[in-house]
């Protein structure tokens, strides 16, 4: 099988990121990259670690360039998906990498993005409960923001499983890649070395609706987020902190017993064994999730702690998980299952 | 006036920040420094920042040595500061930078530490209610560990002035010197360098009772605490994430009137102009700390952010301006109040 | 004493540094601080590490704004002092943190920075021979760059002693705050942690002339200098590597003892003892440098190795060292002779 | 085609890279992995970041267990691999990432090493003139040194051309990595971070033989060196600049053209257009090498830049790609050709 397939945004970092994991996908020709105001210059310009691919030219984002594909990536800041994945053909798949089709609810859509809905697409988690059954076979998929991807994978199972209250609180360490390559002052290196910083904080983050509605779905009851994000001094890796009061009778074991099950036939995610915690540079570069989940007895909750590289699991690596999954190829085909560590 | 300060412990980051502080101190003269298995050697080969003092000889631990000064600090694992501190005499001022006298309880104590209890010493936070009366002239005194400093600078005004259910959740990202200077692969430069790791999740960290104890004495009542530490690709720093519920009829204008007016004449502290946020570089080497609160009114929970340094106003810095109330100098002396930064 | 200071471009990073530093000077008043299009906006958007002047409004850098000072400090981008200078009185000392005043030669000038030769100015390195004498009780100082700072105290002693031969090899890696806080792709933290680049290869950066002449100067003969600027994961810090071919008949003991004679008496300046080497954080923030020479007998060169921090001793901490001159303080007033490590 | 490989030395830095490409490598099937006292433990517990190999269990490095593979590597601290070597069959493919082999001249290695020569083997950098060839269908390889594959790939050219005066100077920056997993308090996180340091200055890394041998062949007559290690705070890459006195006559034109002739038809080797720089970002976990070349005609200078990851085509990449040469297959086969950037 070979499908061809265009990015819309390959100049920025999620775009960077399907490149690399495209390059080396078996089943993947590249056809068309696009850019904005950076149509006109060469990949080796924005990706100087793409070296296969350096000489190729950015052309405009513009339809005429995105059709004839089998597959369509879109890299793009939220707003400008609907418009373009409208005018695609139905039987071409369309893999939206930004926000633009993942919440259900048009009202949180609107308060959340002070914008009309798009509309609501297939959820890029196949790991979430019903979730890989929807994108089977799927022509039009949403790839999940990188905080709701670390975050669900750490409580949904635990909600699932109906072991937490429907009250939890998150707070996820990112990488700067997570905010893209906007030029603004407190992305400098300068500022970012050295340095933790809060952001977005009171439920501020606009992935907080997301997160609702993954562990709400996974709980089957409304639950309440209490999201802080956190600037972290590393270009990718997202760790993310979790927990929620325990349900009455909770024992250490039955929680260990509910990750396992959840998690026993999936390929990236790895709930480590006891005494091991995650490390984003575990996973750096991989599509893979690292898993540990603990029980404090004195405080009466249940902690997850979840690391992920932000632009692979996080973003791209899912977007490819999932385009396998809607070509019916083995689910981990030209995904990197090791990090590249130290 | 001048006084005599001996260091035990001096080879350590501890006490190479002690070090650095008491340089610029207008009321210290450097007595002994003191180390174990690098007694004979200098000053420099463990600090190569403190030109100064290059080429000081550190001497053995003993009591021999540390006679004889107004002011001893100790910067030594936990379990050794008893023994030391028993034979000194009583007017000598003691300031201990280890855990063995900072927790009320003995059975916290032995649970947690596994020893017996060293007894309870003032408790070297002054910002906390009622602790500077207890510093004042104090010739015993315990700093606080790094984690509860910024915990505790961030919740304790909340749970003074009523405002948040006894039920706290603390994600605190450190630098690693905050795990000090022993020698394991999981601290070595390219295994921390580009990650982030979890670690003491569950509850497992022994800054916990210490935290428990500080904000149950701010709320008068038993609260309990959900406390993450996370390891971070920085030398120095802390940034805690804090949250609890809020009690009924919180607003957010309560919850920023009751933190005013705790940290109003509080010189090391800074509460942040809203919509600004607390970055640990910002505190780079300071006694500073710098502190956001946020009400997230979907989760009904107060947020509170706190940003210092773990080697300054975390441990060196607290213990500097302890020795500023005991000798009743002003607070500030000889402690610096901007961070280096970018 | 009490001088009264103004800072034009306030917003910078080397303005930063000149605030911080100048906070903690017992002889400074803080006047006006300015900025271009940061006018309007207060100190502690910038530098929230400068928290006792965080509401302090910049104003716009104007004639009117900076006159009556007793000092002017220019932190501007090159091009723009001269204008200020000129209309500025005789006995106000204008301190310059930019490059418009270094260069002795016009025509030097005019080949590496397009434009007219507006002077030039006592030259800020008091460490280099004969300079410290035109800087007492001068009333325009030229600050020097960071680079030949580092490259100069490097390699001047040698040339000054006659060991080196006129060729000039330097590599000097630099943290990414020297690059100011200009909004570039590669200055964005994602881009350059974890990361070394090379740039202005091959004798292209414009601290190359700079460092010819201190160098011909010292070696009262041209010399020839082959310069490698490198960008390093770090915010703050500067590591020259420097060498050239011995002189017939150096020997490591000469080699030492020239560069013992040259900084014995240099408050700033530290020769480590044998087998130790710089490391910039052992200049953190300090106003030092740290410096060791070997002899290389195989490769017939010298090679010098010395550490700044690029802000610090590397722009503003020269700039007050310069001050302290102009006004005939004792050299290290306000500087802080320790590093901030780790 | 299936080999069976086993690795000594796989608790390591090396060790961990080796496994990480021979997973993703189609025809190696990994036999026993050893490692001297950390035999008994798993995989995971050295390397979190190898997901599929985590409970693999590490056997002890003795003949018995290394014996029945089609090849093995050795990733020893040098000096233990040559008794390996000896007893393993001559058909046995054994490939050495330590330093034994790497010297032809006994006397250079006694003095580096202190210690008896074991011999000479094929030297494993097949983009040295000479070098495939006595790659392919070897059964004995020496890996190269980190540096003296950055340093040979960025000068060889201009000496096998013929148009670099035999007098090098290269400084070269590199991650923590490189120092690999000895615990040292230097190499800790809180050292390292934000720090560059000198060390092995003026020619005592023991690299430094390795260097002049490779650039002396190219040359064809005897080349010294001056070669200053730099360690920068980044866990893996290397950036090595490189210069040497151009002969009379070189141009620029000249100079592209060698390099552009040494590496038109090498698969791991960018040489970037101009005006573009190297960085070891664009290398993470890649096999290929980025180079680019100026002349400084002030100072007469060839300048080269190379930029590599030490433990990719610095170490484990160069062993796989001599593998795959020793097999017959293509030299890519299994070798990531992109880096993981941001």
Known sequence: MCVRAAIAGASGYAGGELL????????????????ASSAGTTVGE???HLAPIADVVLQPTTLDVLQNHDVVFLALPHGHSGEIANVLPAETIVIDCGADFRL?????????????????????????PGARKQLEKATRIAVPGCYPTAASLALAPAYQAGLAEPDAVIVAASGTSGAGKSLKPHLLGAEVMGSLSAYGVGGAHRHTPEII?????????????????????????????????AKPGVTLQKLREAYADAYREEPFVQLLPENRWPSTAATLGANTAQIQVALDEDAGRIVVVAAIDNLTKGTAGAAVQCLNLALGLPETTGLPMTGVAP
Chains 1, 2, 3, 4 share one sequence.
């Open 104 to 128: 259900a609810d048009p009202v949180a859509w609107k308060r959340w993005y002070q914008s009309d809905h798009a509309g609501t697409w297939p959820y890029g988690l196949p790991e979430l």
């Open 46 to 48: 924005h990706h100087p």
């Open 213 to 245: 509605q993954n562990l709400s779905q996974a709980a089957d009851e409304p639950v309440t987020v209490s999201f802080t994000p956190v600037l972290a001094p590393l270009p990718r890796g997202i760790l993310a902190t979790c927990s929620a009061l």
């Open 20 to 35: 690399r994991l495209l390059l080396s996908h078996p089943h993947i020709e590249l056809g068309a990259l696009t850019a």
